[in-house]
Each structure stands twice: as C-alpha cells, then as structure tokens.
C-alpha cells in the first residue's frame, strides 16, 4: 500500500527547487510533512476530512496550517479537503444539520439555498450568508461536529487498516518461507 502511495507523491528534494519553497523556507519541507507511515497517514487523512468542512477556499491552507503544528502527511491532507465537492456538499450539509439539531434539540429546518447572481456579486454573497444564516444553530453546531466524528473516524480506519494489512503481509511471508523451508 504504502509503495502505491508513494508513486503519486512528488518527492521533497524535487519540491526544493520549486520557487514557493524557497520563499517559504524549510517549514513546507520538513521530514515529516512528507513521511508516509500509518501514524503519518492517518494523521494527514484526518486533517484533510476536518479541513474539508470549513466552508470557503480556506480548506487547503487550514489543512497546511495543521499539518505543520501537528506534523503529519501533507499530501494526504490536501486530498483529503476533496472530500466536499459539488457532489457532495448537499450530503454533508444534511447530515451536519440532522446532527446539530439531534445534539442541541432544535428543529432542523431545510430551506432552498438561493439562486446564484453573477451579475451582482454582492448581493448574491449576501443572500447566501442570510441562507446560512437562517439554517441557524444546528448547522453551526452540526458542521465542527461532523468533521471531528469524520476525522476520528478516519484517523481509526486507517491506522488500524493499514496495521491489518501488515500483519496480512507479515502473515503470508511467514507462509512462504515455511513452504520454502518444506522443500
């Protein structure tokens, strides 16, 4: 698994000669940024799924800013912040809502977002906040809600995953040698 993850990451000596990295020092390239082991992985992974709740463009560099404090996998993180796309915003937002109102017993209440108006950016930006707004405290309990169940969630499924597929591995070399040893 971890050789199939590691394909598709750039390496970080190729990441020193690209002109962002040098403006921002050694931070971006620290050791442990890039390591991929469980602990790493499933810390990136649970970053990245927290991270994807925060409404706005500020997901990818909010999953940054807590990779560097907390050290784990960059690369996981930002994949993991695609969790919310177009086709899945209206699911999360459910169940964000379903959860803020089961946990502060208020009435979910799901009204239709309004129409997007390119024409007049503020008062779209300004309808849309008035929608969130309205969906009230059990969006705004929900959402944080969500994404710390989702990140714990992840956090266990991958480092215990990825523990079981080692012992699976370990398993089976120790099958082979004993059959080579039978021979």
């Known amino acids: ?32 940024l890039w390591h991929l082991n469980r602990h790493s992985a499933a810390g990136g992974l649970a970053i990245g799924l927290f991270a ?16 560097i404090v907390l050290r784990a996998n960059l690369p996981l ?59 009230g405290k059990p969006l705004l309990v929900g959402l944080p809600l969500l994404g710390v169940l989702l990140a714990l969630a992840s956090y266990f499924v991958v480092r215990y995953g990825w523990e079981i597929w080692l012992r699976r591995a370990w398993m089976r070399r120790k099958a082979q040698r004993a059959a080579r040893a039978r021979l």
């Open 1 to 32: 698994m971890r050789k199939h993850i590691r394909k598709h990451l750039p390496h970080p000596d190729t990441l020193r000669e690209h002109r962002i990295f040098s403006l921002l020092g050694s931070t971006l390239l620290h050791p442990r």
């Open 52 to 67: 994807s709740l925060i409404p706005g463009p500020l997901q990818i560099l909010t999953a940054a800013l807590l990779c």
């Open 77 to 135: 993180a930002v994949i993991g912040t695609l969790f919310s796309n177009p086709l899945t915003i209206v699911p999360i937002y459910f169940c964000a809502i379903r959860l803020g109102a089961f946990v502060t017993g208020e009435k979910a209440r799901f009204l239709a977002p309004p129409e997007l108006e390119w024409s007049d950016f503020g008062t779209m930006f300004d309808a849309w906040m008035h929608w969130g707004l309205s969906l």
